[in-house]
């Protein structure tokens, strides 16, 4: 044999015979339809409604709660004292740590909200949309819903990181604020007004919604002038008013009614799809009732309410053992609890899982409040008194008459709470104005100063990103 | 039950045994007469060594044969063979082998030569063999005996403590296959098992081969050994070898043995009065009922669940072959009754092995074939788990022949499910009697494997070959499971009755929880083939000797499809359960699935050069292409390897040494991969109910759906590994003593992890992604001692100890928060991160008990702290006690392993004894720990538990929480004796067999562990997940040991 003549060919034989190439290697799928099989193509409507629903989360429900009103001077715990609800009563007597699970899944909440928008917006932005005012319209919505969410973020925590930058640093409020005003600025120049969105839309973020979040936002940071300027806005735009009944606020059929600038939307007919449990948790609990018993009024508030003789809110604002509600429910006198927050009371769906109560997050009264506060700051006296003696009047309370800034001042937050219990806003108003440490040692909860200002980065964040600094105190 | 098992196996016998039984005696009768025609022809004479020293205990076999002498102590030897023209064998440890044709003559002196190297031992390097002394890598090799001293299912079982680097942790339920590991776990959820190469053909396990066909094993540890197999080597490779004809006259080997299995280490659980103590204790304390003194029944239930189980095994193999051909076939059953009622395992394999020489040897084709076929009915290993919990209070059954529950009149205290006016009836605990759950279950699984492969290999020249190899595994299984789910409904409380049943199951039509049964089949069938082709180029040129191997493969995996179906109410009998015959009232569940293929491709090449023998050098290229990156159609990626040797005792100047007989440095770089890693897609969510994708608008409140983003996939790709060797091998004494010592560091370098995202990130789902590295280094040391001290007496013991270190390292930021090691009530026990181990235990330190509610008031505890529960440690002493104080207490896989081997012969006798031992490791008693109240606790726990302030600051008492801590973390280490056998071969009586050898084995007759519960030994769920169950006892299969009598008959 003559060898190596043949090696050349056994060469070839070898590398040659089984065709190895790229062919060979891209085998195709079997078991899972391939992205490039896939027919279905998403709306970018889909996604922004996507964003919104991130906001029926059970979070919403209960964390919520806890996190807003329970931690503050209007609500207890409630409910049994063994059913603690996780951490509502760590919450609730201000000794949650960094583990607390209620605020670790409102940080993460947020932002997977912020990140659902941001992904609406990239989507939607490079879909190809030819109606160039959709397409703004509902990059609008999105960037409404992120400023929400980071307004939420950066009162609690302080500094946060911007999703869109890094992950594992914390930026500067300031900066924060600045992403969201320039959100919110972006979301006034593309939102159309309420009274343009087809009826079958309401519900979507609206102009004035957005200007309402920047007027608060602007309070928070204490630039009146802007914070009148956007209120201003809002109350010129002639798109709203107030509801003239109080209590019909939360009602079913003010539902996005006049008052409304933005809700939470939910729904009690099958297929439900409410904010989760949100009425449940709060429902009366024991005989007659149809919930969990958190979140409480407490004594401290029905004081409040009495010092003021202002027996429409109060009335309109608890549910009191033993009354008969509006729509004729009876509430047994052995309800576990002697109170219970009747703002998130769905008369049609009562305990069920999903209820028809939609959450108001923002409302024309509050926009009154803003611009009464912030135009006291600046002092312009008449104007703060005409709009807080609106919302006075509706529920037949004296006008406040003192030209004295403090006083009013005073006056102004005591009907900020009034008008707003139960409406998840009193532990940033408790912050914003400097008076949560007295107030909440008043109350007989050991507040920290230096340290409760701020809630603590989660355990979890911090364990994954441990370079992250945490707040002060924990 | 022993009597039940006694009748199973008789018939069991009667079916599969009896031929072989009947082959042995009709061997003896066969062949029994032929002795007084043999041919007679002896031969003796004088063995010496190189200075004319006699050699006693040199061994002397006719070749082809096991019939053989040794020399006396004057080196003298006197031995009858059949044939003036058979070849003789002279074989001693130390000395170069010599096979001498007796060509008819009667004295035959022999001088025989020092090995110039140690032993002339080949071993299997992947396309190609080479001699042990001529290897730069690391490669352990295990040859038949070792494998089939003890009876297993499969080979892996029997090679626990044998090889250093290798850990093996096996399962003793039937048909339980080991998880092997090789120096570490390298990866978290890639595939972890290493590549198992059966006569060139990949393969996933070898559970389809009968341990007593295979030839050997040979365990490629290190990268410059590995990297030949690239892309799928990251976790080591095993090539095992069949067997194959040993040419000449055909040789029977006929075997048996039968044993009886039983646990190894059961646990002792608490008594009726002590059961009744501490339930009464832990009610008082949470103010619930008590039960009365006196009580009717006092169960173990242990002893009423498990059963003696048995194992039966033979095996037949016929060897022979003429100048073209060698032919092997071997047939093997296999039988295993497990612990539980009715758990069985059979399988059958039948093996052909070929080998044809055609055209002048220039052509040589291998042919290997093999079937498998096993059934199994698996009982749930949860029973293990309701038998430790479930109270002594509860009758198995009770008078009227209902089964047993925990139900209690809480009124007067007493069991019972019946009570007078105004008594409540409750139950002590959530728990189900254990026996129904092995009794209502009723799971089969047929399985058939058909493997082969075909190769030819062409010799140009003597130094010039090429090989094509085709080899092929298609495997099918069927597997169903019928469950009666209206007895089981009746037999889960003794009021419940038919007509209950019957009238929910009319009231609810169609629905199918009330169904009187379910019958769920599955279909699944898979198919692979691999296609081989390499030149080898092997030639000396004076003292240059080398090696050069290049070819390709390429490679099909997972083609085939699994079709499964579930019907309701089919008829009661096993005959008729067909999906057909289900009842139309119900409709029926169809599934199929065609599964994606996936392809590999490679090139290789290898050069192995030495110098004289002396100075070695391997190089190892490979380019590997896979489909499983088809996303990214990133498919290709090269794995380099370098080997080097000196072999220190080929040097001159070691030439006069006599104290060494062989000394070689080693030391290898070198790259693989890992390419079964998980599959990685976008998910975008979208629903039509009530879920946070979706939202309503307007006033008519409609239904709006949207979608999300889950996580997006990343870009995966090979897993590779890195690793660094260095290793030395000696042999002294004449070469009695060999030892190998290596070192080694083997780094994942991108390991992919299930990365939870960050809660401030925009994902909502855990993604895969390569988050960080895997370092695992470790020392093994191999000493083996063998030793003839005269022709009637030799011996041999082999220890060998494997070090290995594991650390998780480099972990990308953001991607710690892998945690795992659930305990199905909420906790879990294990998380990842830099600097520990991969599936590192982390949880509470436990540093006492509550001794008074005072206690508990005045310092940190978690909610619902009561005296008597354990108190943890406020590691950040920030006077709060959560997540945050908890620490890492390092892994549940052993940080060393050591194994003892040894092995006597004494004339007629033959002695061996096996043991393996771990340590450095932790394991967690689940079964302890996850509990709820009303259940029952071991004899330990309740002697020591805590009854009031003072008595014991350690154990918990009855009223304890069910937080996962370090009380329930145990020292994992434990010794065992895995085997000892004693045979006894007749003296050779009979011409025409060869061999007669009874022995009497014992496996596993010894634990040491001061572990507390069944067995330190726990594998866990999903084959070894670090994440998962591995390491924690909940329901495992406890250790069992099996005492076992056999025979081995070798006819000629």
């Known amino acids: 044999m003559n060898t190596p003549k043949k090696i050349p060919f056994l060469l070839f034989l070898t590398f040659l015979l089984v065709g190895c190439g790229e062919d060979f290697l891209n085998v195709n799928s079997r078991e899972r339809v391939a992205a490039v099989d896939q027919e279905e193509i998403y709306r970018p409507d889909e996604f922004v409604i996507g964003v919104y629903g991130n906001f029926t989360e059970w979070e919403y429900a209960f964390s919520w709660l806890g996190v807003t009103e329970i931690i503050s001077d209007n609500a207890d715990k409630g409910s049994s004292p063994s059913d603690t609800g996780t951490d509502k009563h760590l919450l609730d007597n201000l000794q949650f740590s960094s583990t607390a699970p209620s605020i670790q899944a409102m940080w993460t909440i947020w932002y997977k909200t912020i990140g659902r928008a941001t992904n609406a917006i990239e989507y939607t932005e490079s879909f190809g949309l030819s109606d160039e005012a959709y397409k703004n319209r509902l990059i609008g919505e999105a960037r409404f819903l992120r400023a929400l969410s980071y307004f939420y973020l950066v009162r609690y925590f302080g500094d946060v990181p911007l999703q869109q930058e890094d992950l594992t640093q914390r930026v500067p409020e300031e900066e924060v604020y600045e992403f969201i005003i320039s959100d919110l600025e972006s979301a006034i120049a593309s939102l159309p007004l309420k009274s343009e969105y087809p009826t079958d839309e309401l519900g979507r973020a609206t102009r004035g919604a957005a200007q309402a979040l920047l007027s608060k936002v602007y309070l928070e940071r204490e630039n009146w002038s802007e914070a009148v300027n956007y209120a201003d806005q809002v109350i010129n735009s002639g798109e709203y008013g107030l509801e003239p009944n109080y209590e019909e606020i939360w009602r079913e059929h003010s539902e996005n009614g006049i008052e409304s600038i933005f809700e939470i939307q939910a729904r009690g007919e099958s297929t439900a799809h409410g904010v989760q449990q949100y009425s449940q948790t709060q429902g009366a609990r024991g005989p007659s009732g149809w919930g969990w018993g958190f979140n409480t009024p407490t004594q401290d508030l029905v004081e409040a309410y009495d010092s003021e003789g202002d027996e429409i809110r109060k009335n309109a604002t608890i549910i009191f053992a033993g009354e008969t509600l509006w729509d004729g429910r009876e509430v047994s006198e052995n309800v576990e609890n002697p109170r219970y927050n009747e703002k998130a009371y769905s008369s049609a769906n009562a305990g069920a899982a999903d209820s028809d109560k939609n959450i108001r997050v923002l409302r024309y009264a509050e926009v009154l409040l803003i611009k009464a506060e912030a135009a006291n700051e600046l002092g312009n006296t008449g104007a703060a008194l005409d709009a807080l003696n609106q919302v006075r009047e509706r529920v037949e309370l004296d006008p406040v008459t003192t030209s004295d800034q403090a006083q009013l001042r005073r006056a102004i937050w005591k009907e900020r709470r009034l008008e707003l219990a139960f409406e998840h806003d009193r532990w940033f108003d408790l912050l914003r104005t400097g008076q949560a440490g007295e107030v909440m040692r008043a109350h007989g909860k050991d507040f920290v100063d230096g340290k409760h200002e701020l809630f603590p980065i989660p355990e979890e964040q911090l364990r994954q990103t441990p370079e992250m600094r945490q707040n002060p105190g924990y | 039950m022993l009597f039940n098992n006694f009748q199973w196996s008789q018939k069991i016998m009667r079916y599969q045994h009896i031929p072989i039984i009947i082959l042995t005696l009709l061997a003896f009768l066969l062949f029994l007469p032929d002795q007084s025609f043999g041919q007679q022809h002896t031969v003796q004479g004088t063995v010496n060594d190189q200075n004319g020293e006699p050699l006693p205990g040199v061994n002397i076999t006719v070749k082809g044969t096991t019939r053989g002498t040794s020399t006396n102590s004057e080196g003298m030897y006197e031995l009858t063979v059949p044939s003036a023209s058979d070849t003789l064998v002279f074989s001693f440890i130390g000395f170069e082998t010599q096979e001498i044709p007796i060509d008819g003559r009667n004295m035959i002196d022999v001088n025989l030569t020092p090995a110039t190297l140690a032993g002339e031992e080949v071993v299997v390097v992947g396309y190609g063999t080479q001699q042990q002394e001529d290897l730069t890598g690391s490669i352990s090799r295990i040859e038949t005996e070792e494998i089939t001293r003890q009876s297993s299912l499969t080979a892996m079982e029997s090679l626990q403590g044998k090889i250093t680097g290798v850990n093996v942790i096996n399962n003793d339920a039937p048909g339980g296959t080991p998880t092997v590991i090789l120096r570490g776990l390298g990866t978290a959820l890639g595939g972890r098992n290493p590549l198992y190469i059966v006569d060139g053909v990949p393969v996933d396990d070898i559970n389809n081969i009968s341990p007593s066909d295979i030839e050997s094993i040979d365990f490629l540890k290190d990268a410059s050994a590995a990297s030949i197999y690239g892309l799928r080597a990251a976790n080591g490779v095993i090539i095992v070898t069949t067997k194959d004809g040993e040419g000449g006259a055909p040789q029977f080997e ?799």
């Open chain 2, 254 to 1052: 006929v075997s048996s043995s039968a044993g009886y299995t039983s646990v190894l280490n059961s646990v002792e659980m608490a008594d009726q009065q002590e059961y009744i103590t501490y339930f009464n204790e832990e009610n008082a304390a949470i103010g619930g009922f008590q039960l009365a003194p006196s009580q009717q029944y006092n169960t173990d239930w242990y002893d009423e669940l498990l059963e003696t189980g048995y194992v039966i095994d033979s095996r037949a193999s016929v060897s022979g072959g003429s100048e073209n051909v060698n032919y092997f076939v071997s047939y093997n059953v296999n039988q295993e009754k497990g612990l539980l009622d009715e758990q069985t395992f059979w399988r059958q394999t039948l093996r052909n092995n070929n080998k044809y020489w055609l055209f002048n040897d220039v052509v040589e084709i291998d042919q290997n074939l093999s079937i498998s076929v096993s059934r199994e009915n698996p009982q749930p290993f949860s029973a293990f788990n309701t038998a430790y919990r479930q109270s002594p209070l509860v009758p198995t059954f009770y008078p009227n022949g209902r089964y047993g529950q925990p139900f209690v009149n809480e009124t007067t205290g007493k069991m019972g499910y019946e009570g007078g006016e105004g008594e409540a009836i409750g139950r002590l605990n959530t728990h189900g009697n254990p026996l129904t759950a092995i009794a209502f279950n009723n799971q089969e699984r047929n399985t058939v494997t058909l493997q082969g492969a075909l190769s030819a290999k062409i010799n140009f020249t003597d130094y010039l070959t090429f090989t094509s190899r085709l080899g092929g595994t298609k495997y099918y299984s069927d597997s169903r499971t019928f469950n009666p789910l209206k007895q089981g409904w009746i037999a889960s409380d003794p009021t419940r009755t038919a007509t209950q049943y019957e009238t929910s199951k009319a009231e609810n039509p169609g629905v199918t929880d009330w169904a009187d049964n379910s019958l769920f089949v599955q279909n699944l069938e898979r198919f692979r083939w691999n296609w081989d082709n390499f030149i080898t180029f092997d030639k000396s040129f004076d003292r240059h000797n080398t090696e050069l191997t290049l070819g390709m493969s390429s490679e099909r995996i997972g083609v085939g499809s699994t079709f499964s179906g579930t019907a309701y109410d089919v008829p009661q009998q096993e005959q008729y359960w067909n999906l057909n015959l289900g009842s139309d009232d119900y409709e029926k569940q169809v599934n199929h699935t065609n599964f994606t293929p996936s392809t590999l491709a490679s090139y290789f090449g290898r050069i192995q050069y030495n110098y004289d023998q002396r100075y070695y050098i391997t190089g190892t290229l490979r380019r590997d292409g896979t489909s499983q990156f088809a996303n990214t159609e990133d498919y290709w990626e090269f794995f380099p390897s370098v080997g080097l040797g000196w072999t220190l005792s080929n040097e001159d100047f070691m030439s006069d040494n006599e104290f060494i007989d062989f000394l070689k440095l080693r030391g290898s770089w070198g790259r693989l991969g890992n390419q079964n890693v998980p599959l990685n897609t976008t998910v975008i969510y979208t629903s039509t109910g009530s879920s946070s994708q979706n939202y309503v608008f307007g006033p008519a409140q409609t239904l709006r759906f949207g979608a999300s983003v889950g996580s997006p996939a990343r870009d995966i790709s090979w897993e590779i590994v890195e690793e660094w060797n260095a290793g030395v091998d000696m042999e002294i004494l004449d070469s009695r003593l060999s030892t190998s010592l290596d070192f080694y560091q083997k780094t994942t370098e991108n390991v992919i992890l299930l990365v939870n995202p960050l809660p401030d990130s925009p994902y909502a789902e855990s993604f895969y992604d390569h988050g960080g590295e895997v370092v695992n280094q470790g020392v093994e040391v191999g000493l083996d001692w063998s030793n003839s001290i005269s022709e009637e007496l030799s011996y041999n013991v082999g220890v060998n100890f494997s070090y290995n270190q594991n650390e998780v390292t480099n972990v990308a930021a953001g991607y710690e928060g892998l945690t795992g090691g659930g305990l199905g009530n909420g906790q879990i026990t294990k998380r990842l991160e830099e600097g520990q181990p991969l599936g590192a235990w982390w949880m509470y330190e436990a540093e006492g008990v509550w001794q008074t509610q005072e206690q508990i008031d005045n310092n940190p505890s978690l909610g619902g702290a009561m005296p008597g529960h354990l108190r943890y440690r406020d590691l950040n002493e920030d006077g709060v006690i959560d997540e945050r104080d908890k620490r890492f207490f390092g892994s549940y896989v052993p940080n060393y392993n050591y194994g003892i081997n040894i092995g006597l012969n004494y004339r007629q006798f033959d002695f061996s004894m096996d043991g393996f031992g771990v340590g450095g490791n932790k394991v967690y008693n689940g079964l302890n720990n996850t509990r709820f109240g009303g259940e029952n606790t071991t004899r330990d726990m309740f002697e020591k538990r805590w009854t009031g302030e003072g008595s014991t600051n350690t154990h918990p008492g009855a009223n304890r929480d069910a937080r996962a801590s370090s009380y329930y973390l145990e020292d994992g280490a434990y010794f065992r004796i895995n085997n000892i056998t004693l045979g006894y071969s007749l003296p050779e009586i009979i011409d025409r067999v060869s061999r007669v050898r009874f022995y009497v084995s014992a496996e596993n007759p010894v634990l040491l562990t001061g572990y507390s519960g069944f067995t330190p030994e726990l594998i866990g769920s999903d084959n070894g997940n670090p994440y998962g169950t591995a390491g924690i006892e909940l329901s495992a299969y406890p250790n069992t040991r099996t005492l076992l009598f056999g025979i081995n008959i070798d006819l000629k």
